[in-house]
T-cell receptor, first 116, second 114 residues
Framework: GNSVTQMEGPVTLSEEAFLTINCTYTATGYPSLFWYVQYPGEGLQLLLKATKADDKGSNKGFEATYRKETTSFHLEKGSVQVSDSAVYFCALSDLGATDSWGKFQFGAGTQVVVTP | DADVTQTPRNRITKTGKRIMLECSQTKGHDRMYWYRQDPGLGLRLIYYSFDVKDINKGEISDGYSVSRQAQAKFSLSLESAIPNQTALYFC?????????????FGPGTRLTVL
């Protein structure tokens, strides 16, 4: 079945540092890939997405490129701020897979802590 | 106003009590989902519904039931709450655009079962 694996946290870094959160996936069909962010006390918000290979999703300075050859969708930001402290979830939706049609698979989440 | 709302936002209850969590959406989406979130386990799917007459079990449906009262409303019930159902519960909706399907989440309900 489909699955998503992302790096464990917490990831602690200083303001203005470079952030990378690794995400790899397995899928039987043609997945769309997503990054969601959860700020403290809130629900998940869509951060960015990519629907086909080589697409790059971007939002709020974050980027992720859909790499089919490495089955990866790593999240990056060049200069983080304290306000980026949150939990980040990688997810996939595979509308081409019969057994998981319409369902999302989420990674376990990576907590990011940015210090001043 | 929020597109996906959940009530209550926080609830403390006792073992054995029946609890209902409600979700409403104004996004006009057909698909609705209930998840629970536990530390270190990410999100786990409890139930999902693709339209009013369609209800499906997710990976952890035991001890839960749902009702899709209308396109915009999807309720989750714990018939007899137990302490290990203490968690953060999220409702989500989704829409399909071609081969892409994006989920939108409510703010969550924090449930504590004593």
């Amino acid at each position: 079945g489909n699955s998503v694996t992302q790096m464990e946290g917490p990831v602690t870094l200083s303001e203005e540092a470079f952030l990378t959160i690794n995400c790899t996936y397995t899928a039987t069909g043609y997945p769309s890939l997503f990054w969601y962010v959860q700020y403290p006390g809130e629900g998940l918000q869509l951060l960015l997405k990519a629907t086909k290979a080589d697409d790059k999703g971007s939002n709020k300075g974050f980027e992720a490129t859909y790499r089919k050859e490495t089955t990866s969708f790593h999240l990056e930001k060049g200069s983080v701020q304290v306000s980026d402290s949150a939990v980040y979830f990688c997810a996939l939706s595979d509308l081409g897979a019969t057994d998981s049609w319409g369902k999302f698979q989420f990674g376990a989440g990576t907590q990011v802590v940015v210090t001043p | 106003d929020a597109d996906v709302t959940q009530t209550p936002r926080n609830r403390i209850t006792k073992t054995g009590k029946r609890i209902m969590l409600e979700c409403s959406q104004t996004k006009g989406h057909d698909r609705m989902y209930w998840y629970r979130q536990d530390p270190g386990l990410g999100l786990r799917l409890i139930y999902y519904s693709f339209d009013v007459k369609d209800i499906n079990k997710g990976e952890i449906s035991d001890g839960y039931s749902v009702s899709r009262q209308a396109q915009a409303k999807f309720s989750l019930s714990l018939e007899s709450a137990i302490p290990n159902q203490t968690a953060l519960y999220f409702c989500a909706t989704s829409n399909r655009q071609g081969w892409s399907d994006t989920q939108y989440f409510g703010p969550g309900t924090r449930l504590t079962v004593l």
